[in-house]
């Protein structure tokens, strides 16, 4: 398996850029920002004094990492409202949610896209499942998220349409249409389909 690393230089030092180290390290302020809010809503950036001058844009909010977490003067930036932002999720899609065999994967999945945490251990209780916590977390949630968890699905929804259509098409090719044959069992040519 090929990793892909991004290096970033932070006060002249090359550091590996990770994005759930950015997440985890997120300030006080976007602690209440699940991790797709985060990536959403925020951007990786400089933190740079508030401008005295009236002339142009007024610049976005900048929150700084946590302190100590080696992130130098970078901070996260909020997007201006009415942005639109699609994610980008490296990698296979998410589980489905209706495969017994990756319900405990599915729900973990949702837990650390859709919820605030900063140790990945706040998921769930010690004494909890995933299936528990999954299920406490969508009676809490609001219409936004649960949409966001049927959009993920959809994917997969397509994806057996397509596949359904598919095998609909091939079974429609292998049916063999007597009428189409002469009396010596030969397809004539006229109807003949290449």
């Not at 400089?46 to 003067?73: C, I, M, W």
């Not at 909020?78 to 065999?101: C, I, K, Q, Y």
């Amino acid at each position: 398996m090929e990793e892909t690393v991004t290096l970033t230089a932070v006060e002249g030092v090359l550091t590996i850029k990770d994005e759930l180290k950015d997440y985890v390290d997120r300030g006080p302020e976007l602690a209440h920002y699940s991790l797709l809010d985060f990536f959403l809503n925020t951007y990786d950036g400089d933190f740079a004094l508030p401008s005295t001058s009236n002339r142009g844009q007024k610049p976005n909010k900048r929150v700084r990492y946590l302190e100590n977490t080696g992130h130098g003067k970078k901070c996260r930036i909020l997007r201006s409202a009415g942005h639109e932002t699609m994610p980008n999720f490296v990698g296979n899609w998410f589980p489905r949610n209706d495969v017994e065999e990756v319900q405990e994967i599915y729900h973990a999945s949702m837990l650390v896209l859709l919820t605030p945490w900063r140790e990945i251990g706040e998921l769930k209780s010690t004494n909890e499942s995933f299936a528990n916590a999954f299920a406490r977390f969508v009676f809490a949630a609001d219409d936004r998220v649960k949409d966001i968890m049927a959009n993920i699905q959809y994917q997969h929804k397509c994806s057996d349409g397509a596949r359904r259509k598919r095998d609909e098409e091939r079974r429609q090719k292998c049916t063999i249409d007597i009428d189409r044959y002469n009396t010596q069992g030969v397809v004539e040519p006229s109807t003949q389909t290449i």
